[in-house]
């Protein structure tokens, strides 16, 4: 069973940079579709970007599009978001997921998908 350890959450300005790393362990994440959600303040989680096994099909949020950026490193066993042109509207509490598959194009953006779920990270965006 895999485990998802997130890290790289803080404090940034408007307009700052942020990048948070997702370590998997017990499984292995080129065999996995991994993505990032996010859960703000009194709202519901939503779906930031997710990176198909062969990373051919990376779909973004709208709100995050352009300038976010996902990505795997297999070497490391670890996925990747840059945030960059951060917003209040980004404060959440971000989360990596996985999911085995065997299809290496397929990257879903519904979370009920996703198998394994990390503890998330904080991020807060000050204006």
């Known amino acids: 069973q895999a485990r998802l350890e997130e890290s790289g959450g803080g404090l940034v300005r408007t307009g700052g940079s942020l990048r948070l790393s997702c370590v998997v362990s017990g499984g292995i994440v080129s065999e996995h579709v991994m993505a990032w959600f996010r859960q703000g303040p009194g709202q519901e989680r939503e779906f930031v970007a997710a990176?198909?096994?062969?990373?051919?099909?990376?779909p973004y949020a709208d709100s995050v599009k352009d300038r976010f950026k996902i990505s795997r490193d297999n070497a490391n066993n670890a996925v990747y978001l840059q945030m960059t042109g951060c917003q209040p509207e980004d404060t959440a509490t971000y989360y990596c997921a996985a999911i085995p598959t065997v299809f290496d194009s397929w990257a879903p953006k519904m979370g009920s998908v996703y198998r394994y779920w990390g503890q998330g990270t904080q991020v807060s965006v000050s204006s």
């Open positions: 990176i198909s096994v062969n990373s051919a099909t990376v």
